[in-house]
């Protein structure tokens, strides 16, 4: 990837910049696509090089501007080129979604080692590098907006996501701790918690996967009796609360209900969780028995 791969001309030396990592596909694309029709120029940035440049294709087509660049979140060496080219070019960057992330889903014992470090490295590590290479920069900058995708699993428990849940509570935690520290540069940071929404995820997908005793058929079915929210709407929603500057984005808000009866009584919730745990493994075939 060259410097001059990445190059596009900006109508005004005020144009917003923003990289969204995992860009390609999903919430990630539905944020791009949504930024770009707010005037902010879009680097569409993911491992999947062929979608990102679809995308980023359409939004141009459509009268945005965007670019896509190949991105690896796990690597911090990248990243941090990225960063400087777009600053290069750009002389700014307005926003920062780190967006990027896989997930596993089935109980905790039909996990591996492998599972475990590979959503640690992206979902975890991938918005942790980005931090590191952007948040100096919009230090010396006075200004910028780090927006961190999390979960609904990362403000609640989530039975058969265990690891999924756990580095989603660890971006919730990050962000809200840099957000009071950021607060003294002028820098913003935000984090979203999506409920249910509609992407590839749901059915596994190329960067999510299912153990063995799940069928991603069966996980896809149950999923569409919830109704997810689609991701374009979402995308509507949480940039509407980005601009507020708002701290923690739950959306669909439904799911806020979920969030405030966690706060209020863990142990029923956990009840809740229970109950709703044991009623899905009933429904697996074959039959799983603790």
């Known amino acids: 990837m060259t410097k001059q791969e990445l190059r596009i001309e900006l109508p005004s030396a005020f144009q917003r910049t923003a990289i969204v990592t995992g860009g390609a596909s999903g919430i990630g694309q539905a944020l791009a696509e949504e930024l770009a029709s707010r005037d902010v120029f879009v680097v569409v940035a993911d491992r999947q090089v062929e979608l990102?440049?679809?995308?980023?294709?359409?939004?141009r087509e459509r009268g945005g501007l965007a670019i896509s660049v190949e991105l690896d979140v796990r690597?911090?060496?990248?990243?941090?080129?990225?960063?400087?080219?777009?600053?290069?070019?750009?002389?700014?960057?307005?926003?920062?979604?780190?967006?990027?992330?896989?997930?596993?889903?089935?109980l905790a014992h039909d996990c591996h080692a492998s599972d475990w470090n590979d959503l640690i490295d992206v979902n975890l590590r991938g918005t942790s590098n980005g931090i590191l290479a952007a948040y100096p920069l919009m230090i010396r900058q006075g200004f910028g907006h780090i927006v961190n995708t999390a979960s609904m699993a990362g403000l609640s428990p989530a039975p058969l996501a265990v690891i999924y849940s756990a580095t989603k509570c660890g971006i919730v935690g990050l962000s809200r701790a840099l957000r009071v520290e950021a607060s003294r540069f002028g820098v913003k940071v935000s984090v979203l918690c999506p409920g249910l929404i509609r992407t590839d995820l749901l059915k596994g997908g190329r960067y999510g996967r299912f153990t063995s005793n799940i069928d991603p058929a069966w996980v896809a079915k149950a999923a569409d009796i919830l109704r997810p929210?689609?991701?374009?709407?979402?995308?509507?929603r949480a940039l509407r609360e980005v601009e507020r500057n708002r701290a923690i984005i739950i959306e669909p808000k439904l799911w806020r209900l979920q969030w405030y009866l966690e706060r209020i009584s863990p142990s029923l919730v956990e009840r809740i969780n229970k109950y709703f745990l044991n009623r899905v493994?009933?429904?697996?075939?074959?039959?799983?028995?603790p």
Not at 229 to 236: G, P
């Open 52 to 59: 990102g440049e679809q995308v980023a294709k359409g939004i």
């Open 75 to 106: 690597n911090l060496d990248r990243f941090q080129e990225v960063i400087e080219m777009v600053l290069g070019q750009h002389h700014r960057l307005d926003f920062l979604f780190n967006n990027a992330g896989i997930g596993v889903g089935g």
């Open 229 to 236: 929210m689609e991701a374009a709407e979402f995308a509507r």
């Open 281 to 289: 493994l009933q429904q697996i075939h074959p039959p799983i028995s």
